[in-house]
């Protein structure tokens, strides 16, 4: 008789949760260097944004012309821009990585294949149950009367023992 079912095997499961896993993985990894980008990047653009404003105020002090002034304003609005477009590159790399671990994780789970049909054992024929074979008990040993016998010890006091000889 054999027995046919629907379910996936447990090694096809662990399988499956092993993939998931590793595509979760690499896409986490991904976007924490990701983030840590961003991060550099807002940093860099704050420091911009500061640079711009003793740019202008010290050519405004040494008495820069409006042209100057405008050539100073633009630049830093140049960068600026450039920042923010860095930015939202590495944004839409996260999204994209996300987005892709969630497609590898649904593929991973649509190719679960069934188990394959087995052979199962007839209700009546179920495995046999092993009973422990006894152990018998431990001989009682008396305790004994007769003293115990010491043990010579060399000239530095240390215990011999003289079911050992030494060959010289």
Request: proline share 8%; aromatic share 2%; glycine share 2%.
């Given at each position: 008789m054999t027995s046919t079912s629907n379910e996936p095997s447990n090694m096809d499961k662990m399988k499956v949760s092993m993939n998931n896993c590793w595509a979760s993985t690499l896409a986490c990894g991904k976007n924490t260097k990701e983030k840590a980008l961003i991060q550099k990047l807002k940093f860099d653009l704050e420091s911009r944004k500061k640079a711009f404003g003793v740019d202008y105020l010290t050519k405004l002090k040494q008495g820069a012309n409006e042209q100057d002034l405008k050539l100073v304003l633009e630049t830093a609005q140049k960068d600026i821009a450039d920042l923010e477009h860095q930015i939202k590159e590495k944004e839409d790399i996260i999204e994209g990585n996300t987005v892709e671990a969630k497609k590898k994780i649904e593929t991973n789970k649509s190719t679960v294949?069934?188990?394959?049909?087995?052979?199962?054992?007839?209700?009546?024929?179920?495995?046999?149950?092993?009973?422990p074979s006894p152990v018998a008990p431990?001989?009682?040993?008396?305790?004994?009367?007769?003293?115990?016998?010491?043990?010579?010890?060399?000239?530095?006091g240390s215990v011999s023992n003289p079911a050992v000889t030494v060959e010289q």
């Amino acid at each position: 008789m054999t027995s046919t079912s629907n379910e996936p095997s447990n090694m096809d499961k662990m399988k499956v949760s092993m993939n998931n896993c590793w595509a979760s993985t690499l896409a986490c990894g991904k976007n924490t260097k990701e983030k840590a980008l961003i991060q550099k990047l807002k940093f860099d653009l704050e420091s911009r944004k500061k640079a711009f404003g003793v740019d202008y105020l010290t050519k405004l002090k040494q008495g820069a012309n409006e042209q100057d002034l405008k050539l100073v304003l633009e630049t830093a609005q140049k960068d600026i821009a450039d920042l923010e477009h860095q930015i939202k590159e590495k944004e839409d790399i996260i999204e994209g990585n996300t987005v892709e671990a969630k497609k590898k994780i649904e593929t991973n789970k649509s190719t679960v294949k069934p188990a394959t049909p087995t052979a199962a054992p007839p209700a009546a024929q179920s495995a046999p149950v092993v009973e422990p074979s006894p152990v018998a008990p431990a001989p009682v040993v008396e305790p004994s009367m007769t003293p115990l016998k010491t043990v010579p010890s060399d000239e530095h006091g240390s215990v011999s023992n003289p079911a050992v000889t030494v060959e010289q």
